[in-house]
């Protein structure tokens, strides 16, 4: 497949890009956001189902098993902007190219709708992301965020 940006890293080969909802394993996610994702400890798994009835998921998979091996889902106006959130790679297959590669491909997705700004958060993921064309706000102190309390 073409890709419409040409620095997007491939997937390795044995593994498939989708972004059809309907193949995501939500309790596999569920299970390893909730118990492995420091963003996401502990959220029920109605929560989880909730945000993903509201979002586009995408996920890749084992092409030989049909297992999924990562997950994300973006939250976007489908038309200016995009939240990248929960990515996550199943720790067996961490350190093949997969993050980066993932996010790259979810990045080409939303390029036909517009977006012109796609937004993500990490504590300890930088070098990935900016394989895929992602960098630090260029003016961090004018953005803003609040955290209901509770």
């Keep these: 497949m073409i890709h419409p940006m040409s620095d997007t890293p491939v997937l ?53 098993s049909g297992e999924q091996v990562a997950y994300a889902r973006v939250v976007t106006d489908q038309a ?3 939240w990248l959130a929960d990515v996550y790679v199943d720790p067996a297959v961490r350190g093949k190219g997969i993050g980066t590669a993932f996010a790259g491909r979810i990045r080409d997705h939303l390029v036909p709708l517009g977006v012109r700004r796609i937004l993500l958060a990490t504590r300890d993921a930088h070098g990935v992301y900016a394989k895929a064309g992602f960098r630090p706000l260029d003016r961090p102190e004018q953005w803003m965020v609040h955290t209901p309390a509770g």
């Excluded at 044995?14 to 309907?22: I, K, M, Q, V």
């Excluded at 502990?42 to 995408?58: K, P, T, W, Y």
């Design 12 to 64: 390795p080969d044995g593994y498939e890009f989708s972004a059809d909802t309907a193949r995501v394993d939500a309790a596999r996610v569920h299970g390893w956001l909730s118990s492995d994702a420091y963003w996401a400890t502990g959220r029920s798994r109605e929560q989880h189902e909730r945000a993903m009835a509201h979002s586009l998921n995408f996920g890749v998979y084992d092409t030989a």
């Design 80 to 82: 200016l902007f995009a």
